[in-house]
Every structure is written in C-alpha cells, then in structure tokens.
C-alpha cells in the first residue's frame, strides 16, 4: 500500500511539472481517498491549488496535515506563504513562528517571516530575519535581495524623514 500511494505522488508530481494539474488533482484525491492520513498528498494537493490560485482550499488541506501532524515544517511553511498571498501577514508570521521553533535553522521559514514582517512595515526586523536566513544558506537569493530591498526602504524611510 505504501508503494502504491508513494507511486502515485510521484506520478502526480510529474504531472504538476508538466503543468497538468487537473490529472494531478485527480491522482491526489485518490490517494486521500485511499490514505486520509497521508500528509504528503493533502500538502502536495494544497500546494497544487496554491499555485492555481485557489488559496483558501489550500490552507484548508495544509490545516488537515496540520492536524495530523502539528509540526510539519511543508505544512506550516506553505500555510504560511497561503496566509500571506492573502495579505493575512500576522497570522503567516504565527505559522513561520511555530516551524521556527520546531527547526531554528529553517532558512526558508526565517526568510518568510521577513518577507512578511516587511509588510507590516517592520524593516529591521525583516532585515534581521533575512541576515539569519543568509547564515544559514549564504546562497538563499530570496533572502540576500529581499535583505537588499528592506535595507533600500529603510535607507529611502530614514532620508524622507530627515527631509520633513
């Protein structure tokens, strides 16, 4: 049974990058169907609907996972990015938080919580979130230009402040 269903997510998966998501969708539903319990196809289809646009059923599948397993890192990670697609930054900041604390090494949960702190306008903190992003992975481009960018605005924030 575990042979079966880990054949159709790597089916599925093949698909997704084929960009034929309905036949991937399809594939995802008949493992849950068959697995209610596997996580990796309930993250793996809410990951699918988020890159279709379809947010808010993603975050319904990623709390599903959730409650299976509370600190799976795919879980609270992709939420995370869901929450803050919809603009919902404090309550993405929560879900990076908790994988933060389950990995506090997690480059990609501390570079998106910079990301979303920069959006509720807190640029230090996002530029601290990014530096400890970059020593974890130096090469993690997102963080090095989103660092970039926050200390440009904060650059910019200090000299119009200056002005007035």
């Given at each position: ?13 093949e698909l997704c ?8 969708l399809?594939?995802?539903d008949?493992?849950?169907?068959k697995f209610?319990?596997n996580?990796?196809?309930l993250i793996d289809?809410?990951?699918t609907?988020?890159n279709?646009?379809?947010v ?6 990623y709390?599903?996972?959730l ?8 879980a609270?990670?992709?939420k995370g ?13 929560t ?9 506090n ?6 570079a998106?919580k910079?990301l979303?702190?920069?959006e509720l306008?807190n640029?230090?903190d ?5 530096k400890?992003?970059?020593t ?12 970039k960018?926050?200390q440009?605005?904060l650059?910019n924030?200090k ?6």
């Amino acid at each position: 049974m575990e042979k079966e269903s880990a054949r159709m997510l790597a089916q599925a998966f093949e698909l997704c990058e084929d960009g034929n998501y309905s036949e991937a969708l399809k594939l995802y539903d008949s493992v849950i169907q068959k697995f209610p319990q596997n996580i990796n196809a309930l993250i793996d289809k809410a990951v699918t609907l988020q890159n279709l646009g379809k947010v808010k059923q993603s975050i319904r599948l990623y709390d599903k996972a959730l409650k299976i397993d509370s600190n799976n890192l795919d879980a609270l990670i992709n939420k995370g990015s869901a929450l803050h697609t919809l603009e919902k930054y404090s309550d993405a900041i929560t879900c990076y938080d908790l994988a933060i604390k389950t990995d506090n090494k997690h480059a990609m949960a501390l570079a998106y919580k910079g990301l979303s702190l920069g959006e509720l306008g807190n640029l230090q903190d996002a530029i601290k979130h990014f530096k400890k992003a970059l020593t974890i992975d130096k090469d993690y481009d997102l963080a090095n230009i989103s660092k970039k960018l926050a200390q440009d605005l904060l650059k910019n924030s200090k000299r119009k402040s200056k002005t007035q």
